[in-house]
Structure formats: C-alpha cells, structure tokens
C-alpha cells in the first residue's frame, strides 16, 4: 500500500511540474468552473453496493390460447397497462355473443313476470268468466224446468240425466274462468319470479366471466417498467401460467447496503444519502434511506440498510441500469453545516491540499513568468492562437487557495478554508496543468458541438478534446496551440 502512495504521489507531482513548465510557455490553460456550496449535512460512512430494480416480476398467461400478436421485446420500455401479448379471441367472442343473447331471453321472461298481466289479457278472463256465467245461469233454468216436468211426469228420467250433465259441466265451466281471472288479477307467483331473477343471474355471471376471458387474452403490464426477457412467440399455445415476459421496474432503484453494526444508533429511515455510480463518473444522485433491517445475520455483525434512488427515463433507456456498482454516503451522525467544493477541484500540490479559482489580476506571488506583451501592449496570449468559435473566453489567471479536508460527501468534499465562500467559482477541468498565477480561459461546462467547430491544425495536428463526461452530454473543448490539450484528455480521466 506505501508502495501504492508514493507511486501516486509521483504521478501527481510529476503532473504538477508538467502543468507548472507549461504554464510558464504562457499560453491559457481551457477550464470549466463550478461553484462552492454551503449545506447541512451529516457524518456520513461510505459503503458500496450494487444498484437493483426496486420491483421485478415474471408476467405470465391467466388464459389458455394461441399467441396472435407479441407486441413488446427486450428493452422495451413500457407503462403499465400497455399490451405485452395478444392471444386468439374469436372463439371466445362467438362464446360471449351466443350467452349474451340467451341472457336477454331471460331478462324478457323476468320483465314479463314482474309486470304482470297486460290489461287486454284481464279484458279476456272477465269476458269468459260472463260467457260461462251465463251459460250456466241457462243451465240452471234448464235444470230447474226438466225436474219440474220429470215430476209432472211430462218428462223421461234420460231427458233428466242429459240436462243434468250439461248444468254441472255449465258450473265447472263457470268455476275455472273465475279462477284463471283471479289468477290474471293476482299476477305470477313468487317463487316463479324469483326462479327467472336466478336464471338472469346466471346469465349475467356467465357473460361477465367471458368478458374477462376475454379481457385477459391481452397480457398487460403491471406497472411501469422495461421489458428484459420475451418468454413467448407467436403461434405459441400458452397454458395458464406459462410466462410471457419478464419485467423490471427501474424507475426506482434500489441499493442494498450491509452496514456495520456500530452505526446502527445513527440510521434513520427516511435519511438522504448521496449516490454515485462508477460507470457514471463524477454524477451524483440523490439516494433516501427506505428500509433499516432491526436483524444481524449470524456472525456477520452488519445490519442491512436499503436506499431507494430515483432513476430518470433519458431518451428511452433508465440513467442507472440494475447491477452496477454504487458508492453511498450513508449518514450516520448529527447534521451540521458543511463548506462543500467538487472532488475534482482539489489537489495536491507542493505538500499542500489546494483548488483554484480565477482572478482578473494575476497574482503578484505568482512564480510562472508572465506573458510576453506584443506590438500593442497585450500579452501575447490573450489572442488564441486557432478560432474556436464566435466568442473567445478572455485570460484570466488561476489563484491557489489552500484548503483542509474534513470528509466526503458525494461527488463533494467538505473541506475549511478561510478565502472560500459559496458560491465561489473553483476549477474542475484542467486543474491538474494549473500553477498559481498560469493564465486561464473560462469555458462553458457544457459546449453544444455546432457552437464549437473542430480547431485549426497546430503542427500538422488537430486540436484534441476530451470525450463526453460520463452521466451527461458530450462535451466539445476548445483547441489550443500547444500540446497541452492532449495531456489534458489523458488526465482528466484521472480528475
């Protein structure tokens, strides 16, 4: 590990006095500033981890069918509802309209039954009910004169038996179409009633359970999430249960944390705790602290801490993808007030932690050479050597400002130092080729390409830029006529 520390401290040193010998070439060094920050935060512990989907699931068939249509694939990104899957539904459909018709047969019956007789219908009892009414008053009068003349002896004991006959059939005649009136008048029974109000029932929970076949025969999402493995194919005949595709909901990621036991007393659930990635780089993201585990596994004396991170969708595609590697600041102490910089703003130099920030003047300390004047009094720097675009940044010239560390935080560093104030401005790109008082030129941290064109050649040599930064989008530097731009793309991996 010594070994390890002077071999950095070599490199480091060595990287100075490279910054320091062409600083005094006097030609500006291409920076980018950002801005010291004061806020509250709290003593903080940093563990790794590995970021994970928050939600993932398997989504398979509820129905049995064919596959007609696979309307998602790998890497899909899909919100919730949309359709995954379409299976064959005719044979269902034809199903659904055959019991839907029988079930309108059934509410008729029902309606017919509740409402009773039409009045045309009660019309025709009463009518029949005065029909044999009168037929059998006629019968009785006929009855009453035939037993008369039996008994005069005017009439035959068979005439006597016929006209009998024909008033008891009168009265039998008479007694059903009072009954069937009284049956109209009084309307269905009720258990007849409540036998249809079941058979519409019946009916009904059959439609509405082929209408969730129905539904169910297009495979959904259930919830927002991509799409990382298609299980199913077209043609393919799913059985209940069978998987279609397996989903992953990112829109949450979250980092599971083995922490010390020592820190227990300090965790609190709902804590904000900074996130950083590797494959990132320098962008940090806000982290909160969604479940504490009360449990030590055996032996291992951690406790289990989980950090929920939001994760925005950036052009189709999650900014963090499931299992890369996490750093995370997890707090464990009391809050207090911190003066934060950038990581990448400090350095070490001459024994010494120090940043930069940009001054008009240079310093009168300075131990690089100044810029030689030309014709008009202006240092010959002050006038790029290759046009970089419409505007040129103007020289100005970096001050050393030592500082003290105190911890990290994040992409940040707390650190104390009396000249620093937040919001000031200190270097984060080109720090590395910096001495106190090299003259500087102060560009935009993120340059569009169409404002900044490829540079002149120098030398027979295009003007080298360093790539994109990771976590955002590319970003074009401006060319200098010297070779120090190239020095400064190998090194800015380093910052």
Not at 4 to 23: K, P, R
Request: aromatic share 4%; hydrophobic share 40%; net charge neutral.
């Amino acid at each position: 590990m010594r070994q390890i520390m002077i071999g950095v401290e070599a490199l480091a040193a060595a990287l100075v006095l490279v910054g320091t010998s062409w600083a005094q070439m006097g030609a500006p060094t291409a920076v980018y500033l950002e801005p010291v920050e004061n806020r509250a935060i709290r003593r903080s512990v940093e563990l790794v981890g590995t970021a994970e989907a928050r939600r993932r699931t398997v989504v398979g068939a509820e129905t049995g069918g064919r596959v007609d249509k696979m309307r998602a694939d790998a890497g899909d990104y899909l919100k919730a509802g949309a359709p995954v899957c379409q299976l064959r539904t005719l044979p269902v459909k034809l199903q659904l309209d055959q019991t839907q018709a029988l079930l309108a047969g059934a509410q008729a019956a029902l309606r017919k039954m509740e409402q009773g007789f039409r009045r045309e219908e009660v019309d025709q009892a009463e009518a029949r009910v005065k029909a044999a009414k009168a037929g059998f008053e006629r019968w009785t009068l006929e009855y009453d004169r035939t037993k008369r003349l039996l008994a005069d002896g005017a009439s035959t004991k068979a005439e006597m038996d016929t006209t009998e006959a024909a008033f008891r059939q009168a009265k039998e005649l008479l007694a059903e179409a009072e009954a069937a009136l009284a049956l109209v008048k009084t309307g269905n029974r009720p258990e007849d009633i409540d036998s249809a109000r079941a058979q519409v029932a019946a009916q009904t929970a059959a439609v509405e359970q082929l209408k969730d076949t129905l539904d169910k025969m297009t495979i959904t999402m259930p919830f927002d999430g991509f799409v990382i493995c298609k299980k199913a194919e077209e043609g393919q005949w799913l059985s209940p249960g069978l998987p279609v595709v397996e989903i992953v909901d990112l829109g949450v990621v979250r980092i599971q944390l083995d922490v010390p036991e020592r820190y227990l007393a300090g965790l609190t659930k709902g804590a904000k705790a900074p996130v950083m990635l590797e494959a990132l780089g320098d962008r940090e993201f806000a982290g909160e602290v969604s479940q504490v585990v009360p449990a030590s596994a055996e032996g291992s004396h951690t406790v289990t801490v989980r950090v929920d991170v939001a994760n925005p969708i950036e052009g189709s595609r999650p900014a963090i993808a499931a299992g890369l590697l996490a750093k995370v600041w997890l707090p464990v102490g009391d809050e207090r007030q911190a003066l934060l910089v950038p990581k990448a703003a400090v350095i070490r130099q001459e024994g010494r932690d120090v940043v930069y920030t940009v001054a008009d003047r240079r310093p009168e300390d300075s131990k690089v050479a100044a810029p030689k004047a030309n014709a008009k009094g202006k240092p010959e720097d002050s006038k790029p050597a290759a046009p970089v675009g419409p505007a040129v940044p103007p020289v100005q010239f970096g001050i050393a400002i030592p500082v003290r560390i105190i911890d990290g935080y994040g992409r940040y560093m707390a650190v104390e130092s009396g000249p620093l104030k937040p919001g000031t401005m200190v270097v984060t790109r080109g720090t590395y080729l910096l001495a106190h008082g090299s003259p500087v030129q102060v560009y935009p941290k993120e340059s569009p390409p169409a404002e900044a064109p490829a540079a002149k050649p120098v030398d027979g040599r295009p003007g080298q830029r360093p790539g994109p930064s990771a976590g955002g989008p590319a970003r074009d530097w401006p060319a200098v006529a010297s070779p120090r731009p190239t020095l400064a793309a190998k090194t800015g991996a380093a910052e």
